[in-house]
């Protein structure tokens, strides 16, 4: 499946806007969210390709929220991909243990970034 629209959830606005224009120079459309609430009204609204998950997020945490996306039948099949900066191992298996498909230590390389996209296609 080509990935063409990526919701980028992230509590931080300098990331959000770094990690939106990332993106849109490689011609993908892009929703940001700031916190969980958020990223679940814009997955009902229109569902991404692809997410962008930071973890350290007030509320519900990016771990929280991939699990429940990852679960939920209606987005599962959306991979997920930890743009976070912990970067630990254990925190990079936990990630994937919730149903994240790919996981990017901050601050983001935009080619090792580029590189975990086109890992999933």
Do not use: H
Request: proline share 6%; charged share 25%; hydrophobic share 40%.
């Amino acid at each position: 499946m080509p990935i063409r629209k990526v919701l980028v959830v992230d509590d931080s606005r300098t990331e959000l806007m770094f990690l939106t224009g990332l993106l849109q120079k490689k011609g993908l459309q892009v929703r940001t969210a700031e916190n969980a609430d958020e990223a679940l009204r814009s997955l009902a609204e229109d569902k991404p390709d692809l997410i962008l998950m930071d973890v350290v997020m007030p509320g519900q945490n990016g771990f929280q929220l991939t699990r429940t996306i990852s679960r939920d039948p209606r987005y599962s099949d959306v991979p997920i991909i930890m743009c976070t900066s912990k970067n630990q191992e254990t925190d990079r298996v936990w990630g994937m243990r919730q149903g994240a498909r790919g996981y990017v230590t901050k601050p983001v390389d935009p080619a090792q970034l580029q590189a975990t996209i086109d890992a999933l296609g």
